[in-house]
């Protein structure tokens, strides 16, 4: 005769489901209920997901704001800092997406590291995106950039050029000056038009 634990499986799982403050799934039970009690997010932040990304994008759009509403001319610092940043942020995130799921769930505190990471790399006390770059892979992109750019300019040159392109490269200046003159005239156009219609 079956034990009444056994009789009741279903119920074993949404003890184990409510243990961890998630509902029970209907119908799980054993295993697959302590699988479910066991991947969750082991974090000492209060909805850990949603502070950390907004450590991670708020944070330094919120940067980037006070900047741009400052008015204040953008330094070399300020580029290097910004763009490293955002390559870094894009790069983990397809890297944590696609190979890395399993440790935000798995392994205890990661939320947290990443937190300490994205607001040191972001925050203007630390400047780490811009850190990294002058420390570590600026020296290794002039090695790059020195073997590669060459080549790469070589190519474009021996590119073939369509005429239509070509054209309006000859033209320079005054086939700029000469499209914005036209440009002018019909909204000055529609402009009169519009006055004696109305």
């Known amino acids: 005769r079956p034990s009444p634990e056994a009789q009741r499986p279903a119920a074993r799982g949404a003890h184990?489901?409510?243990?961890?403050g998630r509902p029970a799934r209907p119908g799980l039970g054993g295993a697959?209920?302590?699988?479910?009690?066991?991947?969750?997010?082991?974090?000492?932040l209060p909805f850990p997901k949603v502070v950390v990304n907004?450590?991670?994008l708020g944070f330094?759009?919120?940067q980037l704001g006070e900047l741009a509403r400052s008015g204040t001319a953008l330094t070399q610092l300020d580029y290097n800092q910004w763009t490293v940043?955002?390559?870094i942020c894009a790069l983990w995130m397809f890297v944590e997406s696609t190979f890395l799921w399993f440790l935000v769930d798995w392994f205890p505190l990661f939320l947290e590291i990443k937190l300490c990471f994205f607001l040191w790399l972001a925050h203007p006390e630390y400047k780490g995106a811009a850190y990294l770059w002058y420390s570590y892979i600026k020296p290794w992109h002039e090695e790059f950039d020195k073997h590669y750019y060459p080549l790469v300019m070589s190519m474009i040159e021996q590119a073939k050029v369509p005429e239509a392109a070509r054209a309006g490269a000859a033209a320079g200046p005054a086939a700029e000056t000469?499209?914005?003159?036209a440009i002018n005239d019909?909204?000055?156009?529609?402009?009169?038009k519009e006055m004696k219609s109305s």
Do not use: G
């Open 186 to 192: 019909m909204l000055q156009e529609a402009a009169k």
């Open 32 to 44: 697959a209920a302590a699988h479910e009690a066991r991947a969750m997010v082991l974090s000492l």
């Open 60 to 62: 330094p759009l919120q």
């Open 178 to 181: 000469d499209q914005s003159e």
């Open 16 to 20: 184990s489901a409510r243990a961890v």
């Open 54 to 56: 907004l450590a991670q």
């Open 85 to 87: 940043y955002w390559v």
